[in-house]
């Protein structure tokens, strides 16, 4: 397959690339909606960062140079906060409660949790949220790491949140158990309606396991 590979494609609040990888069908006249993939929205989850990684080798093989569903993957959407092994940006904002959400607010509970001096504020979010306006995506996919489950925000999207949850074993559930003010889910499905799936690997795992885990359904999702 003709991956496309944006070394490049934005920059974060501390200066470092942002890369972005798609197949040449996420882009062009006769575009249908994508499925996008990203990893490292908290710098210290590595196993969402390595699931995008296992993520995009996979594409890349031979194999799979039929596949003709359009998609994108955002390996690291955080790479200060990956560099440092730190959940927030170089600007210590927490990304996923900077979207210019409705539900926005200016209060947090814990210096890991700030959502910034106003929505939409850092670069890696303006980014996203312009790459989103852009490509409409079908759903969108975000890897995290705390405890197993799958998340699951917009009825449409369904079949692919089961799809993750059988393929690891992780309950699927419809919130995260928490408020997330300012969240890429509640960006994207209440206000866009964009349905968008939260995988939550097991924190501090063994990285192997983690495209075992989630591997076969995201394959099964990207057959349909």
Request: with cysteine.
């Amino acid at each position: 397959m003709d991956i496309k590979h944006l070394p490049q494609w934005a920059l974060s609040a501390g200066q470092r690339p942002i890369e972005l990888y798609h197949n040449p069908n996420c882009h062009g006249a006769n575009l249908k909606s994508p499925l996008v993939f990203i990893g490292g929205v908290h710098g210290d989850e590595p196993e969402g960062v390595r699931l995008a990684l296992d993520l995009i080798e996979y594409l890349k093989l031979p194999e799979n140079s039929a596949l003709n569903r359009p998609w994108a993957v955002i390996p690291c959407l955080n790479p200060d906060g990956f560099k440092h092994n730190s959940r927030v940006n170089k600007n210590g904002v927490d990304l996923n409660r900077n979207f210019p959400a409705s539900n926005w607010s200016a209060e947090y509970s814990k210096k890991r949790y700030f959502p910034g001096p106003s929505p939409g504020s850092e670069p890696e979010v303006k980014a996203l949220v312009e790459l989103i306006l852009n490509l409409k995506p079908q759903v969108i996919f975000h890897f995290h790491s705390w405890e197993p489950c799958v998340v699951l925000t917009g009825e449409p999207a369904l079949k692919h949140a089961q799809c993750l949850s059988q393929s690891s074993g992780y309950e699927l559930k419809n919130n995260i158990g928490y408020p997330t003010p300012g969240s890429l889910s509640h960006y994207a499905w209440v206000d866009h309606k964009i349905p968008v799936i939260c995988t939550e690997e097991q924190e501090h795992s063994d990285l192997n396991k983690t495209w075992s885990n989630f591997g076969p359904g995201l394959i099964k999702i990207l057959k349909y």
